[in-house]
């Protein structure tokens, strides 16, 4: 890519799988060759980390090293903007500038944010004379503006009146890195008006096709890490919206980080924290998502689509990919009114060696790694 090296900034302890992991991976898969720098914000020493292994992304934390949250945030400021806070970054980013300062940049090197918590540094990094981009993960204005849809009154005018506030200081900032990687579609489509600078590049994963329960019930799976606002939003709505309950044709099966806080319920079957991704996907025989925001929930729809599984969701979950691949899945205005009998017709019509074949050409770990180092060069 011609450059001396390339430093990533990553504003949170790099463990664990889920949509953050799986960018960085994608990031550091495309720059094979390169010196990639890999440092991390530890939110609980307040200090920043580093060089990381690329091969410890993902992982467990190293011996000693407590699993603590990325940020400690008021329960006040949560239940307020219940999305993250586009605050979150403010400690990393007040720490950096020593950082930055050990880096000694020139001009031949290129600094990846990742996130836009991180973005108040690119005119501190365009000072150095190191070209600035921007991997955004998903942009914090929208995951707020979702936060006030269907709010109180008072409620709805905070939060829109946050939202607005925070896309503006967002795209200020945005619009001057020198090139913006996009994992999400409509973001991508947001920032458009900034230019060519602005790229769509997928998330890059590697399920692969997997077996379906051959015995009924049918069963609706939802994976991912249970403390992420939108992941317990579409966890309630499904355990809520009596699926599982309806003449015993639909079971749900969950499983991630925290999903063991359902287990008990009547209508789903909870597997907890997986070893590898399989294991959860031989057990369903497609994925329901209702989310009512695409932030954070990209990963969940592609990945199944990949393992080979039909996939339900709403607009707003099918919105992080462009219209060729929205249409791969079943997308529904109200998808938890949906019968049994439907659901078993789109899981019987389903073929998952060509829904594999569709993703794994955009977003499959190889294709997505070439899309972002094309994007870098």
Not at 45 to 67: F, Q
Not at 90 to 115: F, G, Q, Y
Not at 178 to 186: M, T
Request: aromatic share 6%.
């Amino acid at each position: 890519m011609g450059s001396m090296g390339i430093v990533m900034l990553y504003p949170f302890m790099p463990w664990g799988w889920h949509g953050g992991t799986l960018r960085l991976r994608t990031a550091t898969t495309a720059c094979e060759g390169e010196h990639v720098d890999v440092r991390w914000w530890d939110a609980a020493a307040r200090t920043w980390r580093g060089s990381l292994d690329p091969a410890a992304i993902g992982g467990e934390p190293p011996t000693g090293r407590a699993t603590v949250a990325s940020t400690r945030i008021s329960r006040l400021k949560r239940t307020l903007f219940p999305s993250t806070l586009w605050e979150s970054g403010r400690r990393a980013v007040a720490a950096a500038e020593p950082l930055l300062r050990s880096l000694n940049l020139s001009d031949r090197d290129t600094v990846i944010l990742h996130t836009t918590y991180l973005a108040p540094l690119i005119p501190l990094l365009s000072a150095s004379g190191a070209r600035v981009v921007v991997d955004v993960h998903d942009l914090v204005w929208r995951a707020h503006r979702v936060d006030a849809t269907g709010a109180s009154a008072p409620l709805w005018a905070v939060r829109g009146a946050y939202a607005l506030a925070v896309r503006r200081r967002e795209e200020r900032l945005l619009a001057a890195a020198d090139r913006l990687l996009v994992a999400g579609y409509r973001d991508f489509e947001n920032l458009q008006k900034l230019g060519p600078r602005a790229r769509w590049v997928p998330t890059g994963l590697d399920a692969r096709p997997t077996t379906c329960p051959s015995m009924p019930p049918v069963r609706l799976g939802l994976i991912g890490n249970f403390a992420h606002s939108a992941t317990v939003d579409a966890a309630r709505r499904l355990a809520d919206s009596g699926l599982g309950g309806k003449d015993g044709g639909v079971r749900l099966v969950f499983a991630g980080l925290g999903s063991q806080a359902w287990r008990g319920h009547a209508a789903i079957d909870v597997l907890g924290p997986v070893r590898d991704v399989e294991e959860f996907y031989r057990r369903i025989n497609l994925a329901l998502v209702p989310v009512a925001s695409g932030s954070g929930m990209k990963c969940k729809l592609a990945e199944a689509a990949l393992a080979g599984k039909a996939v339900i969701t709403t607009a707003s979950g099918a919105s992080g990919y462009p219209p060729h691949l929205r249409r791969q899945f079943h997308v529904y205005a109200d998808p938890l009114g949906l019968s049994p009998a439907d659901i078993a017709a789109i899981a019987q019509a389903h073929d998952p060696t060509r829904s594999h074949a569709i993703f794994d050409r955009e977003v499959g770990l190889a294709a997505a790694a070439k899309t972002y180092r094309d994007a870098l060069a």
